[in-house]
């Protein structure tokens, strides 16, 4: 009889090891996969977002030139601004 209980709980002690095992496995496994699910879905709006940001620099490209063409309205009024004063007004 001792070496049946002997027997029961060595297969107790796997038994017992194996479940708390299986347990921390699907614990585990319960709070990486929510954490995927999000990764996927930041990576599918950052795909997004980069086109978006790719668009707006195309969009936007023609205004390297503003300082170009603030410059010329300054120097166009500053010379309007001479005629006025040559005219008397």
């Known amino acids: 009889m001792s070496v049946m209980a002997a027997a029961d709980t ?6 017992v090891g194996y479940t708390i095992t299986i347990v921390v496995v699907l614990v585990v496994v319960a709070l ?4 995927l699910v999000l990764a996927a879905s930041i990576g599918k709006e ?4 980069n086109d978006s940001l790719t668009e707006s ?8 030139g503003l300082n170009t063409t603030i410059e010329h309205a300054e120097v166009i009024v500053a010379g309007l601004a001479r005629g006025r004063q040559r005219l008397g007004g």
């Open 10 to 15: 060595g297969i107790t002690g796997w038994v």
């Open 46 to 49: 950052a795909k997004m977002i």
């Open 32 to 35: 990486v996969v929510p954490i």
């Open 57 to 64: 620099v195309r969009n936007t490209a023609g205004l390297k």
